[in-house]
């Protein structure tokens, strides 16, 4: 996996964020083990609620074309699509992502640019997450 290429994929994606209400823009890039990248954006709504994030977005379109083993994650965010500070992911979609990965490998990249990034596992960031195992 090369880093750097799959930060500046999460970076192109940003482009396509549609935030009307909060202008603050997020997007992801989800690589499967299959070695493919799906982009994702957040996509808002006049109802606020029906808001998508930009991680959903990118773990529901690849569940939809079949992907369901992924190795990481790229999220880029902040307000105006400035990226001066890191975007963690939201308790949903971290729930999300406990559903389809593995929590002691999955790798969550926070990044600012294609250089400047943080490396965590889903176990860090969702310790004692409940997902299929706990069934
Ligand atoms: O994990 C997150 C958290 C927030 N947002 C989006 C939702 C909304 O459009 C904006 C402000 O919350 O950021 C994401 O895309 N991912
Ligand atoms: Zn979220």
Redesign the pocket.
């Known amino acids: 996996m090369d880093i750097q290429k799959l930060i500046q994929s999460a970076i192109d994606a940003l482009q396509f964020s549609y935030?009307p209400y909060?202008n603050?823009k997020?997007a992801a890039a989800l690589f499967t083990k299959s070695q493919k990248v799906i982009t994702g954006c957040?996509i808002?709504n006049a109802s606020y609620t029906p808001?998508n994030?930009?991680?959903r977005t990118a773990f529901f379109k690849a569940v939809s074309e079949g992907e369901k083993e992924f190795e990481a994650i790229v999220?880029v965010?902040g307000k105006d699509g400035e990226l001066d500070d890191y975007?963690?992911?939201?308790g949903v979609?971290r729930q999300v992502m406990m559903e389809f990965c593995d929590p002691k490998t999955f790798q969550i990249i926070l990044a600012k640019s294609p250089t400047d990034y943080k490396k965590f596992t889903l176990e860090e960031m969702l310790p004692l997450g409940f997902g299929p195992g706990n069934l």
Not at 87 to 90: D, E, I, Q, V
Request: aromatic share 6%; hydrophobic share 25%; charged share 10%.
């Open positions: 935030t909060s603050f997020v957040n808002e808001t994030c930009a991680e999220i965010g975007c963690p992911p939201c979609c």
